[in-house]
Nanobody, 121 residues
Framework: QVQLVESGGGLVQAGGSLRLSCVAS????????MAWFRQAPGKERDFVAV????????YYADSVKGRFTISRDNAKNTMYLQMNSLKPDDTAVYYC??????????????WGHGTQVTVSS
């Protein structure tokens, strides 16, 4: 089992920045590719970004490419999502995910509880 805990969400104005963190515990962090997904009110959960276990491979959804950066620190069992130039359309609950393939949009079996990001116009 892997436990995932997200943090860093909040309310920010359009054009602002936030950095989300996801701390993993329970199993060896480097065993897993990690990803971020998000779910806006009334919509399905969507892929945001994925990073390989080593950090050498990353993919992004077209909607966030050039604005968001996914990274990880294996020594700290932590994954990050740096979000810049935020837009109101980025408003969603952001979920940390572990254990999937390094393929955009294919989640693994482990999920965090999510952190709310709200971008005001």
């Amino acid at each position: 089992q892997v436990q995932l805990v997200e943090s860093g969400g909040g309310l920010v104005q359009a054009g602002g920045s936030l950095r989300l963190s996801c701390v993993a515990s329970g199993r060896t962090f480097t065993n897993y590719n990690m990803a971020w997904f998000r779910q806006a009110p009334g919509k399905e959960r969507d892929f945001v970004a994925v990073i390989s276990w080593s950090g050498s491979t990353r993919y992004y959804a077209d909607s966030v490419k050039g604005r968001f950066t996914i990274s990880r620190d294996n020594a700290k069992n932590t994954m990050y999502l740096q979000m810049n130039s935020l837009k109101p359309d980025d408003t969603a609950v952001y979920y940390c995910n572990a254990g999937g393939p390094i393929v955009p949009g294919s989640p693994g079996g482990y999920w965090g509880h999510g952190t709310q990001v709200t971008v005001s116009s």
